[in-house]
């Protein structure tokens, strides 16, 4: 028995017919849309012939086959006939679907018997039953017909083989800016370089011409930014996650203050907290709660028994950021949360 070693792939994804793939020493396994690949995945973001797992008995590599939706490692698009290394743990994404590189495992080969031959079994001549012609009625008898013969075409259905595809010369990785060097402009990341991902939605005959997929990116780049905003909304609504120029927004909303010169992380603590600050609004608790988010450092409240209708706020920031900037803050920020028959004094020290 001779022993063999082959690597297993877990995959993970919509509408999978199988958990787990090998990928054996002797044949590499294909991986596209069509069914004449080792792993038929059917889904719009898949190509015909996407990518393809070598395994040596030592190393798995992936190599994509110039798909037009890609191939990553994990955030990394991979360049198109380009083998590159798996390690046990590492996971490859094609479209919606994930392939786990999960174990090496061996395995012994049995050696296949030697088909016995199977004996010839002639069958003996039968005795002829009809009665023989004499020669006149040989001679008189007309010409059978020849049979036409016609030419058919074998039923077999042929592999469904892809012509090869020429591929451009591979693109430079995208920077992590869109800038500019020497004038040229930089690729914006995450956007391809050699195919536009728009060509998804194209019927099959558009993807055979690589001027199309490249001509359709200069519409993908303009439009790339509008995308990124509509798919990660969420994000941009979450009050830890949300830019700052939402932040000032949000505050809007129910006439909070979110300053835009205080740091970043205090505008997201003020944002996670604009319920509580509408609520109370007009309480002492409201206001000292928005001072100490502004200023980092929480505020005394006083009421003089003697003053009627004044209070007192005295704010322990240091007496060296007693600045016009910080008293103007301040003030705006009492005067949202004062009640309007009140007076107030603001001490800074």
Do not use: C
């Amino acid at each position: 028995m001779t022993t063999h070693r082959r690597a297993i792939l877990r995959i993970y994804g919509p509408d999978i017919q199988q958990d787990t793939v090998e990928v054996s020493q002797t044949a590499p396994l294909t991986v596209g849309r069509l069914d004449n690949n080792d792993l038929p995945l059917k889904h719009t973001k898949i190509s015909r012939n996407h990518a393809r797992f070598i395994f040596d008995g030592e190393t798995l590599t992936v190599e994509d086959l110039g798909s037009s939706n890609g191939t990553l490692k994990g955030d990394t698009r991979l360049e198109p006939n380009q083998p590159i290394p798996l390690a046990i743990g590492e996971s490859v994404t094609m479209g919606p679907f994930s392939l786990f590189f999960d174990r090496i495992e061996e395995y012994e080969e049995k050696p296949k018997a030697a088909a016995k031959p199977e004996k010839e079994t002639t069958a003996p001549p039968q005795p002829s039953t009809k009665k023989p012609k004499s020669q006149k009625e040989t001679k008189d008898a007309p010409e059978p017909p020849k049979a036409a013969v016609q030419k058919t075409e074998s039923t077999t259905e042929r592999p469904d083989v892809s012509p090869p595809i020429i591929q451009p010369p591979a693109s430079p990785p995208p920077s992590a800016t869109n800038g500019k060097s020497n004038g040229v402009p930089k690729p914006l990341e995450g956007v391809p370089t050699d195919a536009s991902t728009w060509m998804q939605y194209l019927p099959e005959i558009y993807s055979e011409s690589d001027f199309f997929k490249r001509f359709l990116l200069i519409f993908e780049a303009g439009f790339a930014p509008y995308e990124w905003i509509v798919d990660n909304i969420d994000l941009y609504l979450d009050a830890k996650m949300a830019p700052p120029e939402w932040l000032q927004w949000f505050g809007k909303w129910v006439d909070i203050l979110v300053p835009d010169n205080i740091p970043e992380e205090r505008q997201h603590a003020i944002v996670q907290e604009l319920g509580m600050l509408f609520k109370a609004r007009g309480t002492r608790k409201a206001l000292a709660r928005h001072l100490e988010l502004v200023f980092g450092k929480p505020p005394e409240i006083s009421e003089p028994p003697e003053q009627f209708s004044t209070f007192i706020v005295r704010l322990p920031i240091g007496r060296d950021q007693d600045t016009a900037q910080n008293r103007a803050l301040a003030t705006q920020i009492i005067e949202s949360h004062r009640p309007v028959h009140t007076r107030y004094q603001l001490i800074i020290d």
